[in-house]
């Protein structure tokens, strides 16, 4: 299985009791961009994360069994209610 880079872009920011959190502002799969996000200042940086290339094809898929189960779970009710 082949995999791939991504760049989480993150910045810091004061959350509403003052405390310093680091934020997820973007994600890319471009190194170059990633770098010109950290440059811009110190409180901004990056992460890396390796993701299976066919990360796409799952996703997919994911959203083909959710809504499978959302059609399910709409007949089910339709049954429900014809049988009352």
């Known amino acids: 299985m082949d995999y791939c880079h991504v760049f989480v872009l993150t910045t810091l920011a004061l959350d509403k009791k003052g405390d310093v959190k680091s934020r997820n502002v973007a994600a890319t799969f471009d190194l170059f961009e ?6 811009k200042g110190v409180e901004n940086d990056y992460e890396v994360l390796v993701v299976p290339c066919d990360w796409m094809e799952d996703a997919a898929q994911s959203e083909l069994i959710s809504a ?5 779970n709409l007949v089910k009710q339709m049954q429900d209610e014809a049988l009352r």
């Open 34 to 39: 990633a770098e010109d996000h950290r440059n």
């Open 68 to 72: 499978m189960r959302e059609f399910r």
